[in-house]
């Protein structure tokens, strides 16, 4: 017999192993549900089907018997039958293994045909009921092993006083277990939650059309060359830099911008004070200054929004105020000249809609600062709550005590998209080579390709919206046998041939020209 310290009931405690397993398949499954943007959770899927599937009678009495709490009645039901089943598992994997494991592999089954089963299903909703079950599996044979050991030293007459340490250690493993997999359930359960509120707060806003629409997009700005980066960049490629571990999620509704400090009129202004203010489009290229030369941190779209210099003249700027630090809700400050915020020419907007759409959360919904010709981290605020007019003096945005210049204009820049650095040719045919060059508000008039030693040949250039987004460019070049080096460089409107002279992204920016190495056998 077991000393009474090490009182063993088996059975209850092959039990109480089966409900910790169950507790990790909800909370792995959770987790992954949180990793998908809170889709694919079991919980979620199995209720509904239940809801879906339960007689009308059931329905019925249901509501009769719990009225509006019917869904958390159904909740508690369902955590009475799990717990009873995993208990039984437990049970039953303690006596005749694997058939306990087998039991959740079955729930698990059933989940993911729920969750599958579930309109608007996605294709990776069935990974948390797949992740689930194997955390259930895993965790029950652990435990359960522990619980074995106990119980062989409990048995073992000789070996009775080392009954106590096992004792211990299923105790640590099988709590340590639970208290893990609830925790880490209940956040995530909370987190896609939140998730899906946000999601479903910004499929619900509707954005008025622009009162001054942008130039439709010419035909000539697409060329018909393979590889070559798209005039306009879809909302799902476009790049994303910021400082944010968690995407700030804002409700319009509370949503307002506060533009103060050095103005004699304070503005305070609300979603539906800036939808109904005439929006305007206009597409620019948005670069971040971490773009290394060659690299993809950079895209072209359509902004929605309001011309910020209207808001400032309403302001009214005084003394000698040169800088708007503007605030995002998460703490982000981006410090950008007043004089190009005011400037008539620069399309600098309030932007609540990216290529027809409301901002997608990671880009700043509902509402971000776009500047055509500034980098990103001196001008493209997402999220932004607050603007304050003051001075490059008093202030500094996050990023210049970081090591970053103050001022961040856009360099003159080209990149060769294709073909691919190291890529063989056929000598003799005829190679696009192809790419994207900018300079947004000032524009891209010319680009040059080198190949070799050959001199310098003018690209055609694609027609482009404006100054403000890059030009698509493309030089056919008859491949000549030989390794050969490829570069590029652009010539703004200004009569700026791009610098050779290469420097790495800080402070203010890279520059060099893009370069490829291209065979041809
Ligand atoms: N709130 C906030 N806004 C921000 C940043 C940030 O870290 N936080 N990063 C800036 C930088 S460095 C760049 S390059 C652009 C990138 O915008 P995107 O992610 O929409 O491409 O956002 C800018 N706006
Ligand atoms: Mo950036």
Not at 296 to 310: E, K
Request: proline share 6%.
């Amino acid at each position: 017999m077991p000393t009474s310290g090490t009182s063993l009931r088996p059975r209850l405690l092959a039990a109480v192993t089966g409900v910790v397993a169950m507790l990790a398949f909800l909370g792995a499954a959770e987790l992954g549900a949180l990793v998908l943007g809170g889709a694919g959770s079991p919980l979620v899927a199995v209720g509904s089907a239940v809801i879906d599937l339960a007689p009308a009678g059931a329905k019925n009495t249901m509501v009769a018997l719990f009225g509006t709490g019917d869904k958390v009645a159904l909740f508690v039901l369902m955590a009475v039958l799990m717990t009873a089943i995993s208990a039984g598992a437990g049970i039953l994997e303690r006596a005749r293994p694997p058939f306990g494991a087998l039991v959740f592999a079955a729930g698990g089954a059933l989940s993911l045909l729920a969750v599958t089963t579930r309109s608007g299903a996605g294709q990776f909703d069935g990974a948390p009921s797949i992740i689930g079950v194997a955390a259930a599996v895993v965790v029950l044979r652990l435990v359960m092993a522990r619980l074995r050991r106990w119980e062989l030293v409990a048995a073992t007459p000789t070996r009775a006083a080392s009954a106590m340490p096992e004792r211990r250690a299923f105790i640590v493993w099988s709590v340590t277990a639970g208290a893990l997999a609830l925790l880490v359930g209940t956040g995530a359960r909370l987190g896609s939650a939140a998730m899906q509120r946000a999601a479903a707060i910004r499929r619900a806003v509707h954005l008025p059309a622009p009162k001054t629409a942008s130039p439709a997009v010419p035909a000539g700005a697409s060329l018909d060359v393979t590889g070559i980066t798209p005039y306009v960049t879809p909302n799902a490629d476009f790049y994303r830099i910021d400082t944010a571990l968690r995407v700030p999620s804002i409700d319009p509704a509370d949503w307002s911008l506060r533009i103060h400090g050095a103005v004699e009129h304070e503005i305070e202004l609300t979603w539906d004070d800036l939808l109904a203010l005439p929006l305007e489009e206009h597409m620019a290229t948005l670069s971040c200054v971490s773009n290394e030369v060659g690299g993809d941190l950079i895209g072209n779209a359509l902004w929605l929004g309001y011309p910020i210099r209207h808001l400032l003249a309403k302001a009214s700027p005084t003394g000698d105020a040169d800088m708007v630090l503007s605030r995002s809700i998460d703490g982000f400050t981006a410090g950008t000249p007043l004089d190009v915020l005011q400037d008539d020419g620069t399309a600098a907007l309030l932007a609540v809609g990216m290529n027809g759409d409301p901002l997608p959360a990671e880009h700043g919904f509902p509402v971000r600062m776009v500047v055509p010709g500034l980098f990103g981290y001196v001008s493209a605020t997402k999220w932004v709550t607050e603007m304050e007019v003051t001075r490059f003096a008093d202030a500094q945005g996050y990023w210049t005590p970081r090591g970053w210049s103050e001022r961040g204009p856009v360099k003159l820049e080209s990149r060769i998209d294709t073909p691919a650095n190291g890529a063989t040719v056929q000598v003799g045919d005829r190679v696009p080579i192809a790419g994207v060059a900018w300079q947004p508000h000032t524009g891209v008039k010319a680009v040059q390709v080198k190949v070799g030693a050959e001199d310098w040949q003018d690209a055609e250039l694609a027609d482009s919206v404006s100054a403000d987004t890059w030009r698509q460019w493309v030089y056919r070049w008859t491949a000549t046998k030989g390794s050969h080096e490829v570069q590029v460089r652009a010539v703004s409107t200004d009569g700026e041939v791009q610098t050779s002279v290469q420097r790495p992204p800080a402070p203010n920016g890279a520059t060099g020209w893009d370069t490829v190495t291209l065979t041809a056998r």
